[in-house]
């Protein structure tokens, strides 16, 4: 179980409900890191005490030194600063809950400082995943997922006695705001409809990848890293009331799922305590108030950045990372109304096609393919 934790993000939704369940546990605090939000992060300074806060943007880290002049937490700055958070001595578990594929160097960093990993930022293992898990057997230390589908499904998997026994792995998908609805209906979407989701309260990035599904695609290659599971072997399942969080599915076709409300305490706390549970802040699951609960297939053609996802981990080590990096600076265009909601998923798709065969060799790989594909959009965009 953690003692001493270090948050990457902790500005943001997960690293706020961290701190909710930091602050229950009573846990220590090494390190904070947020991208400018320098008012919140100095309430979480002036309650947690961490020996560093890094912000990601320079001018707010000059701004922040100031306002804690009379506390005794370090300031850095930048991706240096993410990874000086990642490596503190100080920490045995490194939440990492930054959005996008900032997060790649600093788990990689904490990892081979030999550091716990309690993972919430898919980007690490969607881009850089043979390189994150082998890292992770060379170091011999442990990645909780934080998701909670992959927090399920790691919950799902505790009684299995060998890999043999696993079948198939089921992640359920909430359908976003734009479950049932067709390209002609998705032609004029706001940005704001976009925003709406149904049942989860997430940061604006990850709001518009579940209505995309992009989410649930990023989820599937997440998912083949980190249980070590073909691509074909994994399912994915619309189920509106996000009550249940995925499933397995093992060799004598029995199926075990993990339930509860929709809230990301549960996941995190578990990340944080396992192999130990404990009493939690969330509301009880009551099954005949959520009842009844219902299951589709998705609609892959009108979703294709889920279809996208899944072609490219079947297409080479690299063209995840360039479906990621389209979709991140796509999103980002979106988001500043650039965009139409339906381009997001062509973008991407143009990306993953000019990606030929290759294999990832090394982070400068995953950076320039990365890099590439955001470059691509940018050039598309203004043909647009």
Not at 328 to 342: M, P, Y
Request: hydrophobic share 40%.
């Amino acid at each position: 179980m953690t003692e001493n934790i270090s948050i990457l993000g902790s500005t943001g939704s997960i690293g706020t409900q961290t701190l909710d369940v930091v602050r229950k546990l009573n846990l220590k605090v090494s390190a904070l890191t947020a991208a400018s939000n320098t008012k919140l992060m100095e309430q979480q300074i002036r309650e947690f005490k961490p020996k560093l806060a890094v912000m990601f943007n320079q001018q707010a880290a000059k701004d922040l030194k100031e306002k804690i002049a009379d506390t005794s937490t370090k300031v850095s700055y930048g991706m240096d600063g993410l990874i000086e958070a990642a490596v503190i001595d100080s920490a045995d578990t490194v939440l990492n809950s930054v959005v996008g594929m900032v997060g790649l160097q600093p788990t990689l960093s904490a990892i081979n400082a030999k550091k716990n990993i309690a993972l919430a930022n898919k980007e690490t293992l969607v881009t850089g995943g043979k390189l994150v898990m082998e890292a992770v057997k060379r170091n011999n230390v442990n990645m909780y997922p934080v998701d909670s589908e992959h927090s399920a499904i790691f919950q799902c998997l505790q009684g299995m006695n060998n890999k043999k026994e696993l079948k198939k792995i089921i992640l359920t998908a909430s359908g976003g705001p734009f479950f049932g609805k067709t390209n002609s209906e998705l032609e004029n979407v706001t940005l704001e409809q976009a925003l709406n989701h149904p049942n989860w309260s997430m940061g604006k990035k990850i709001t518009i990848d579940s209505a995309t599904m992009m989410n649930k695609g990023l989820e599937v290659i997440e998912a083949k890293w980190l249980f070590d599971v073909d691509v074909d072997n994994i399912d994915v399942v619309i189920h509106r009331e996000s009550i249940i969080h995925s499933m397995v599915e093992f060799a004598d076709n029995s199926v075990i799922a993990q339930m509860g409300v929709a809230d990301m305490r549960i996941p995190i706390q578990y990340a944080i305590t396992y192999p130990n549970r404990f009493e939690s802040p969330v509301k009880q699951l009551s099954l005949t108030e959520v009842s009844p609960l219902t299951f589709y297939k998705p609609d892959y053609e009108t979703f294709t950045c889920l279809s996208q996802c899944i072609q490219a981990v079947k297409k080479c080590e690299l063209a995840p990372v360039a479906a990621n990096g389209a979709n991140e600076q796509a999103v980002d265009l979106f988001l500043n109304r650039k965009i139409k909601f339906l381009q997001i998923g062509e973008l991407v798709a143009k990306a993953v096609s000019r990606v030929s065969n290759s294999k990832i060799t090394s982070v400068k790989d995953i950076l320039e393919t990365d890099r590439a594909a955001r470059e691509f959009v940018l050039s598309e965009y203004t043909k647009l």
